[in-house]
Structure formats: structure tokens, C-alpha cells
């Protein structure tokens, strides 16, 4: 479905048109759920855990491609009904690339930008792939036919250039020579604004010329990533069609720049907000991105009327570079992308909003003369001017030879200008076509080794950039790795690809892969060290993260369907190779929780950055190793749920065993401030690995390997509080379980109803029904005794630990001292809490709830964690109020409002007074009649009959409780349990077994602690009763 708001033509604002791409593999898998809805031109996107929560947006056109649609013979996708809401290629072209192209022949400069989160689909509308071409291939089509259809009546020149920027540096994707170090340079002149300094410009004639450049920059690009350890997906990539139509007839030139854009993904990163990374956001990694909302957000501000003070155009290059599309001389259209699933949230909202501010700028675009043309003309009309005076001279006869002579001169060089000006055309297009014929030999000879020998096929993060590089294994043993000196070696770069990193051998038609020593070579997923025989269709990843698939021989291929064997497909074998499953379920009845997924989603994407800089950790001796961690996986609030997880980063000093704990944002900050570091030790070293040694020259506090220590969050115990709402006592030894459920310590620790002055209660004050407390004053102590096996310590003796827990209101934890070297420390901290009038909120939350107590790991040279009392009311006797009479509720409420229900109040005071005296005067009454009814020996035993049955049925209480605690003990094994994810058959028959025999000891003593209950009130009823009949 697509629909259009306005004609793109009618005025010079920005077009922004939105379309929604279908699920992924790895959404469909994990039962994701749509969360855009479109109807005609607007989109409400909806928040997936908050479903009353929309968001709508309108824009000149809207896409719907997430269903509707079916593959014909050929692949191509096309709507399953005719006129169905199913937007196709061809609709998304007749809107965005018909209109581009007709601004284009008008004379006008045309811009497309596309934008949106990595794997949003934006390549998809772009380039396309297979029968379903994109944008570009569909525009050049389309413009080669109109040139051709117009070929009477103008002369039409067309070049092509393409770049990329990648960390504020312009690379040439189609130039022939050694890379510029540091890039090229983008220079601003008066005439032409900001261009880029020797970018090859190729003429091209037809639209396969096009295409094989536009396959020539993606293997440069490709390339390049791999040598340079870039990361695709932050990179911008650049098309520009130079079009001239010259009318001989009208002696008129116009001249227009096409500029296609493919914007760097706009992924937000997932982080709690509450850190601040010392060192500054990557650098220049995202400075283009960013710059460019500062300037679309200024735009926006000016076309409504707002008073903006400077544009910073000039604050990144691509900003620089798309000046004229941004409120300049351009006719400018954006396709913003988005995936539908409940995962991609956050980025589909900001994409949304991107767009909304987009849509709102306003260019002024004009036709445009060139000046070559203007310059024939010039030459032309002074060549005029010399002939005449050539004529009046030889008509007049006289001595002027050498004034003659100087004129002639002057008239042959401004002919061999116009005639340079008129033949440059045909000289770049003669040499362009050499080249063209020359790559076509080279597309032919891979397609015939192609079907003769098998070979290993690059794969890429980014789709477009994935089967470019074709690497032949041919008969016999072929050596792999950065030497490129043998005959008979593959040449390859990347992290950790060493100088001969493995050897293929192919013989009798079976090819084998060895792994060299020091070399890292996964197959499938598992790290091999042997000599293994490689199947068609296997995935390899040598060094750090260079991904091929490999291809058997044809005999072999058969009809598979290669496209599965994806980037993602490669990091999913990984992190199930290390037991990471989240987000799969094998029939799909089992939907995957959002969050889960989202997490899942981190883990894949973090993987191969994660080991790049353990890799570049290695080669630059920083002696730090980095390791992916999932925060809060087997962690719950203190009613039990689930904390939402997320993706840490767990960083480890391999000498003194320091560790830090960075976020998914801060890590992948860091990791490419160590790019840089990196990649300019590099360029010292010249190359040479045997030179890489540590750069000890970088300041420590410039250091992106390093962070001074902070204390370390290791794990949290629950200590359920319901016993205090019965007035019982309670001692449990906590297991204290770390964030992915591995036992940190086992804590004492004790709840310990008392009085005011600090004496614990006896028996007789339990209460049997917890609203007794309401009104009145509750007090108690919370201990904690000793921390036993203590692994944070075991592990290394320098360290140290505190607890810090929260209870009920408290806006700051409170802190036991720390201590430090004992793996069984002794602790011996009591803390006294006493709630002044205890309300019905604080019950529920006694009832309901546990104190969260945190294990929190000390190192050296880290700052010692400190109770903050500011706002925490505390009596004298250092006792902490958690709850002051009659303050239950903290809003603030307005004077009248408070006396009305002050009024209301006493008026239910004394009508309960005179409840009361009537009550006290039946009682008294009754009391009476009772009393001359028996002796006084039995009156004096009906009077006590309340007390001890009171304190029957709390001592059975009390027992219960304590039972119940071992109850939820075995309840906590059960959830932990799990099968190893490298259990064969035997080993899962082992682990139902011995689930069973957990679940048959949970329900026993369950069944056993409820009976034991039963059997107590029972017989403190039957007691009661024979008690009372000796009344009767």
C-alpha cells in the first residue's frame, strides 16, 4: 500500500516516504509481534509494554511491505491480490525514482537519502537484491531509456562516482591506486560548494556499466572493511550520476548531480543512562549521523519560523557534502526504514521522529547552466572578436606582423580549448569502456572457475556487501593468510589473521582445512585445532571475524538455498556454541519473551566486536580480556520478578586481576576509540606484527583498554519479610546467587522482632492475624551474621565485599563496613527499624515482599561504598523510622480538601465511640450473667483459655514458617536446574531423573508442611472445644 499526500513536484520541500519491511529469520523464530499499524499516508506505532501507548506520524508516502506478498518462479515479490496493500519495488520506484529522474532531466539537483536501524531493509530499497532491484539499478535503468528515447534532440553525458565515509574519512570506492591515508579531502569552492578532491568520475554509457561499477566499489568496500576492522553498518555510502543533456539546438547545457545516499544505521544504544564513560563518545564514528539530525533539526526549526543563529553544515563531511539536498539547491526525497517487530522499539520511534522533522525542510532548487558550456561559448565569441581584427589588419595592409602574429596564436590556442573541451567526453568514455571490458574478463573468469573448483564465500554484517570476495581452492595445498609472496598462497587481512593462518588441501576432490599453531579457525561454530574435512555449505571464521562460507564442488551444490548462511546465521552457531539459545523455540508454540529477545539480539551483535578487541587487546600486550555477560539473568526484584536483562561486558586485567563491568553503550564507544589506537599503532609500526609492542606511550587516563576500579555488583539474596507481619523470628543462610545464577556466597542472616530498646519478643507476642498491627508500632532488627564462601575472594586474596540492602520507602541503601582478604568473613551487623504506626501499605509490603540484600565486590584502589543518610530519618538511639504516624500518604493535598476529611474523620470517630460504650455495656452485662453462672474456679480457667490458645497457634505458626523456608529453598534448586546444553541422550534421561526426584522431595515436604499445620490447628481446636464443654 503506499499513498501520496501531495505531488512531489508542486514545491521544493523535503519528500519523506516510510516503509516497513517483513520479519527477519530471527524475529519470526522468536514469535515476535508487529507493533505499526498504517492506514493510508499515517503510521501508529505502539509501545510493546505499554499497549495503551501510540504514537502516529503522517508523511508524503507510506509503504506497507511487512506482509501481502508471495514469490513468484523467478523470486520476485510481488502482491498476493491484485491491488492488494503489499508496496512493492516497482510502486516504491513509480513514487521516489520516476519523480528523482524526471527533476533530473529537468536540470535540477536531485537527492535520495536513505535511513534507518542496520537491517531495516534500507539496502533492500536501495539496491535491492536479486530480481527485485532497487532504487538505483531501476533509476540508471530508466535514465540510460530516457536518454536513448531523447537522443535527437540532446546530447547526453552521464558519470558515475562512488564513495564512503567511514569514521570522517572519504574513500574512493572506484579508484584505482593505493588508498589516500587518512582519506580525502573535502574542499568548498564559490561555484561548485563542497566537493571531494580527486574522486574519480567515470562516464558511463549504458546501465550495465553502471551496475559493474556499483559490484567493482562494493568489493572495494568490502575490502576495505575487512583490512581497516570497519564495521559497515556505521559508514555512509555515497552514489553520485553526474548528468549534462546538451541542446544543440537552444545552445543551452543543463547540468545535475544525482545524489544517493545510504545513511549509516541509526541504532540507538540500550543503556540504563546512569553512566557516563569517561572518554568521549567515539570520536568521530558518529559524528556524521549525529551533525546531520543537528542540521535537519535547524532546518526544521527555520521552515517554521524559528530564529536559528548558525546551520552546522560544516561540523562533519557528510553534512558538508549533502549541503545543496539540505536547504540548498536540490530536490530532495527520504525513505525512511523500519523493522515491525516489538524488539526494535526504541529505534523505530526515533526513526519515526528523524523523519517527522525531516519532512518540514524547505530547499530552493534551480536549473543549472554549466560551466564548461558557458566557457565554449566565451571562446567562441573571443575567436570571433580575433578574426575581425585579423581581417581589418590584412584588409588595411600595414606592418602589424607581429601584432598579427600574437592574434593568430591566440585564435589556435582557444581552438584547441574548445576542441580539448569537445573531445574530453569521448577520450574518459574510451577509457572507461577499456576498463569496463577489462573487468568484464575479469567477471568472466571468476564465473568459469566458479563452476570448476570449490572455494570459500565472504560473508558480511552488511547483506550488500556479503558474496563479493570469491577465494578458489584449487587442486593441491594452498596456504591462507596475510603472505602473499607464494604461488600458492590465498591472501587474506584481518584481526588476528597471522602470516600462514591454516592450509587448505585439495585432493581427490575432498578439501581439508589446518589450523596452524596460534592461528584461530571455528567451524560451525567449535574452535578446531585438527586436521578437519570440510562438507559443502560449512562456515568457517578465521582470526578474529573473517566469515566465509565455503562451496563445495557443483557436483555438490545441488539446489540449496545459500542465502540462509547470513551474518547473523554465523554469530547464532556461535552463541549456541557457548549455551546462549535465547530466542529460539523449535515448533514455535513457545513465544520468547521481548526482552529475552532483545537481549539475544545484543549478544549476536556484540560477539564478533567483543572478539576484535580481545584480539587487539593481544596485539598491542594491553593484558586485558573482554567477556560478554548477561546482566539480571537469574536476578528478581523483592517481589520476586524478573529484573529486565541486558548486556554487559565484563573486562578483566589478566596481572592484577582487576575487573570492570562496561554497558553494551560504553563498550562499543570504547571499542572503537580502540580502533583508532590501533589503527595508528599500525601505521608506526608500519605493518610489522613483530614491532606491535605495547604502546606505553598513551597516557593512562587516554586509554580506551583502561578504567579505574569501582566496586562490583556480584549478586543479591532474598529475605522474605512476610514473618515479621506475624511478629516471628527468622534465620535463614541465604544463598547468594550471581547475576547468571552461579553461587557467589552463603549469607546469615536473621529478622528479629523487638522492642522499642532493642529486646527480641517472645512467643506470646506473635499475632495470629497480621492486622493487629495496624495503628500500632512495629520494631525490628535486621542481622546479618557471616559470608561464607566467599568465591569474588577466593578467587584473589586483595579484594574485599560489603552487603547493602533497601527496606520499604528508603530512597538510599544502607552499607554494612567493608571487609577485606577472609573468605568467611565474620559480620556481626544489626540494624533497628521501627515503623511509629504501621499502615496498611507497609503490611502489604511485608507480606509481599523480600529485602534485596546486594553482595558488592571491593578491589584495590576503589572507593569504599558509604551509606548516604541525607533524607533518612533516624531517632537518637540511631534507630531508622521507615514509617511515622499518620504520613502514610506523601502527596501533597490541598488545605480544604484536608479539613473536609478531618470532619469526616471525627465524625466517624464518634460514632464509633458510641459503638463502642454500647458494646462495653452488652459486655459488661454478659460478664455478669456468666459469673453467676459458675463457681470462680472455672471462671478463672475460662479466662485463660484465649491466651494459651493464642500462643498454641502461634508457636504452630512459627513452626510452618520455618519449614516453609526450606520449602522455597527447594523451590529456588528446582527453577536453577538445567540441563547441560552439551547433554547427549544418557545425560538428559540423568538430568529427568534427577529433576524428578527434586520435584518429589518439593512436593513431600510441602505436603508434609501443610499436613503438619492441618494436624496443629486441629488438635488446638479439639482442645478448645472439650476446654468449652465443661461450660456446657
Avoid at 505499526?36 to 506520524?57: A, L
Avoid at 553498518?233 to 544525482?258: A, D, G, V
Avoid at 580549448?417 to 568484464?440: G, S, V
Wanted: overall charge negative; charged content about 25%; some cysteine.
Amino acid at each position: 500500500m503506499r499513498a501520496k499526500a501531495s505531488d512531489m513536484h508542486s514545491k521544493d520541500c523535503v519528500k519523506v516516504a516510510v516503509r516497513v519491511r517483513p520479519f527477519n529469520k530471527r524475529e519470526r523464530d522468536a514469535g515476535s509481534h508487529c507493533i505499526i499499524s498504517m492506514v493510508t499516508s499515517s503510521i501508529t506505532i505502539q509501545d510493546p509494554r505499554d499497549p495503551q501507548s501510540r504514537r502516529s506520524f503522517c508523511f508524503d508516502y507510506a509503504y506497507w511491505s511487512h506482509s501481502g506478498f508471495t514469490r513468484d518462479h523467478s523470486g520476485l515479490c510481488v502482491p498476493e491480490e491484485p491491488g492488494g496493500r503489499y508496496a512493492d519495488q516497482d510502486s516504491v520506484f513509480q513514487d521516489l525514482g520516476e519523480g528523482i529522474l524526471e527533476n533530473a532531466l529537468q536540470g535540477y539537483n536531485a537527492t535520495l537519502l536513505a535511513y534507518g536501524q542496520t537491517g531495516s531493509g534500507k539496502s533492500y530499497s536501495m539496491v535491492g537484491y536479486g530480481p527485485n532491484k532497487g532504487l538505483v539499478p531501476k533509476l540508471c535503468e530508466r535514465l540510460f531509456q530516457a536518454i536513448r528515447e531523447n537522443h535527437d534532440s540532446r546530447q547526453c553525458q552521464v558519470f558515475f562516482s562512488m564513495l564512503e565515509i567511514y569514521n570522517e574519512q572519504v574513500v574512493d570506492l572506484l579508484s584505482r591506486g593505493s588508498r589516500t591515508p587518512g582519506g580525502l579531502r573535502v574542499r568548498e569552492e564559490q561555484q561548485r560548494g563542497f566537493y571531494v578532491e580527486g574522486l574519480r568520475t567515470v562516464p558511463c554509457d549504458s546501465a550495465p556499466q553502471v551496475e559493474q561499477l556499483m559490484e567493482q566499489g562494493t568489493r572495494t568496500r568490502t575490502t576495505a572493511a575487512t583490512h581497516m576492522n570497519a564495521n559497515s553498518s556505521r559508514s555512509h555510502m555515497l552514489i553520485i550520476l553526474q548528468l549534462k543533456q546538451i541542446f544543440s539546438k537552444e545552445s543551452i547545457t543543463k547540468q545535475s548531480n544525482i545524489n544517493l545516499v545510504d545513511l549509516a544505521g541509526s541504532e540507538r544504544q540500550r543503556s540504563s543512562g546512569s553512566e557516563a564513560d569517561r572518554l568521549k563518545e567515539g570520536t568521530a564514528i558518529n559524528l556524521s549521523l549525529t551533525t546531520l539530525g543537528n542540521v535537519i533539526s535547524a532546518l526544521a526549526d527555520v521552515a517554521v519560523g524559528r530564529k536559528v543563529i548558525h546551520i552546522p553544515y560544516r561540523d562533519s563531511v557528510l553534512t558538508k557534502l549533502l549541503q545543496s539536498a539540505l536547504g540548498g539547491n536540490s530536490r530532495t526525497v527520504m525513505i525512511a526504514t523500519l523493522s515491525p517487530a516489538d524488539i526494535c522499539y526504541e529505534e523505530s520511534l526515533s526513526t519515526l521522529r528523524y523523519a517527522e522533522r525531516a519532512k518540514r525542510i524547505q530547499n530552493r532548487a534551480v536549473v543549472n547552466e554549466s560551466p564548461t558550456e558557458r566557457l565554449v561559448k566565451e571562446l567562441k565569441a573571443e575567436n570571433a572578436r580575433l578574426l575581425q581584427r585579423l581581417s581589418r589588419l590584412g584588409q588595411e595592409g600595414r606592418r602589424a606582423n607581429d601584432e598579427t602574429k600574437e592574434l593568430r596564436q591566440l585564435l589556435t590556442h582557444n581552438e584547441l580549448q574548445i576542441r580539448a573541451i569537445q573531445t574530453l567526453w569521448e577520450q574518459h568514455l574510451q577509457e572507461a569502456l577499456k576498463d569496463w571490458e577489462q573487468q568484464y574478463a575479469n567477471i568472466t573468469q571468476e564465473r568459469r572457475m566458479m563452476q570448476m573448483h570449490p572455494y570459500i564465500l565472504n560473508i558480511n554484517e552488511d547483506a550488500q556487501l556479503s558474496g563479493v570476495v570469491k577465494l578458489f581452492i584449487q587442486e593441491g595445498e594452498w596456504d591462507i593468510g596475510l603472505c602473499d609472496s607464494s604461488t600458492t598462497s590465498i591472501s587474506i587481512k584481518g584481526l588476528g589473521i597471522q602470516e600462514r593462518h591454516a592450509v587448505f588441501r585439495n585432493e581427490q576432490r575432498l578439501v581439508t582445512l589446518t589450523p596452524l599453531a596460534g592461528s584461530k579457525v571455528i567451524i560451525n561454530g567449535y574452535v578446531v585445532s585438527q586436521t578437519t574435512e570440510l562438507q559443502h555449505l560449512d562456515r568457517l571464521i578465521l582470526g578474529s571475524n573473517c566469515t566465509y562460507l565455503f562451496i563445495g564442488y557443483p557436483s555438490e551444490r545441488g539446489g540449496d538455498d545459500w542465502s540462509r548462511y547470513d551474518y547473523d546465521y554465523f554469530q547464532s552457531e556461535l552463541a549456541a556454541a557457548e549455551g546462549i539459545h535465547l530466542g529460539e523455540s523449535s515448533a514455535g508454540s513457545i513465544q520468547a519473551d521481548p526482552s529475552l529477545l532483545a537481549v539475544f539480539y545484543d549478544y549476536i551483535k556484540l560477539m564478533p566486536m567483543v572478539a576484535e578487541a580481545n584480539q587487539m587487546s593481544q596485539e598491542l600486550n594491553k593484558g586485558v580480556v573482554f567477556r560478554l555477560e548477561i546482566k539480571n539473568l537469574a536476578l528478581s526484584d523483592s517481589r520476586g520478578h524478573d529484573l529486565e536483562k541486558e548486556i554487559v561486558v565484563r573486562v578483566t586485567a589478566l596481572v592484577g586481576k582487576q575487573v570492570w563491568l562496561w554497558s553494551k553503550a560504553k563498550f562499543v564507544n570504547r571499542k572503537f576509540l580502540m580502533e583508532e589506537v590501533y589503527q595508528q599503532h599500525q601505521t608506526e609500526s608500519g605493518g610489522n606484527r613483530v614491532e606491535r609492542l605495547s604502546t606505553a606511550a598513551l597516557p593512562r587516563d587516554k586509554d580506551p583498554f583502561w578504567d579505574p576500579v569501582e566496586p562490583l555488583l556480584l549478586g543479591t539474596a532474598h529475605l522474605w519479610l512476610q514473618s515479621l507481619a506475624f511478629r516471628i523470628p527468622l534465620e535463614e543462610q541465604l544463598e547468594v546467587l550471581g547475576s547468571e545464577g552461579t553461587e557467589e556466597a552463603i549469607l546469615q542472616a536473621q529478622l528479629v522482632p523487638c522492642t522499642s530498646t532493642g529486646l527480641p519478643l517472645g512467643e506470646d507476642d506473635i499475632l495470629i492475624d497480621p492486622s493487629e498491627l495496624l495503628g500500632r508500632r512495629l520494631d525490628f532488627q535486621l542481622v546479618l551474621d557471616q559470608c561464607c564462601g566467599l568465591r569474588w575472594i577466593r578467587e584473589t586474596r586483595n579484594r574485599g565485599v560489603q552487603i547493602g540492602f533497601r527496606l520499604f520507602d528508603c530512597s538510599q541503601s544502607l552499607y554494612t563496613p567493608a571487609v577485606w582478604h577472609n573468605v568467611n568473613p565474620l559480620l556481626d551487623h544489626r540494624v533497628h527499624f521501627s515503623s511509629l504506626h504501621t499502615s496498611q501499605r507497609l503490611l502489604d509490603y511485608l507480606q509481599s515482599s523480600a529485602v534485596v540484600l546486594e553482595l558488592w565486590g571491593l578491589q584495590e584502589g576503589c572507593t569504599e561504598l558509604i551509606s548516604a543518610l541525607e533524607g533518612v530519618r533516624m531517632t537518637t538511639e540511631g534507630i531508622f523510622i521507615i514509617e511515622e504516624g499518620g504520613t502514610a500518604d506523601t502527596a501533597p493535598i490541598d488545605s480544604a480538601e484536608l479539613s473536609c476529611s478531618v470532619r469526616a474523620l471525627q465524625q466517624d470517630m464518634e460514632e464509633l465511640k458510641n459503638v463502642n460504650t454500647s458494646l462495653r455495656k452488652e459486655n459488661e452485662s454478659l460478664r455478669e450473667q456468666l459469673n453467676t453462672a459458675r463457681n470462680g474456679g472455672d471462671s478463672v480457667r475460662g479466662r485463660s483459655v484465649r491466651p494459651s490458645c493464642d500462643a498454641e497457634f502461634a508457636r504452630a505458626l512459627k513452626v510452618f514458617y520455618h519449614s516453609m523456608t526450606s520449602v522455597r529453598g527447594q523451590l529456588q534448586r528446582l527453577r536453577r536446574h538445567r540441563p547441560s546444553e552439551e547433554s547427549d541422550l544418557l545425560g538428559l534421561r540423568l538430568f529427568v531423573d534427577e529433576h524428578c526426584r527434586l520435584l518429589r522431595n518439593f512436593s513431600e515436604q510441602l505436603e508434609q508442611s501443610v499436613s503438619t499445620l492441618k494436624q496443629e490447628v486441629a488438635a488446638i481446636v479439639r482442645r478448645k472445644r472439650e476446654r468449652s464443654g465443661i461450660w456446657s
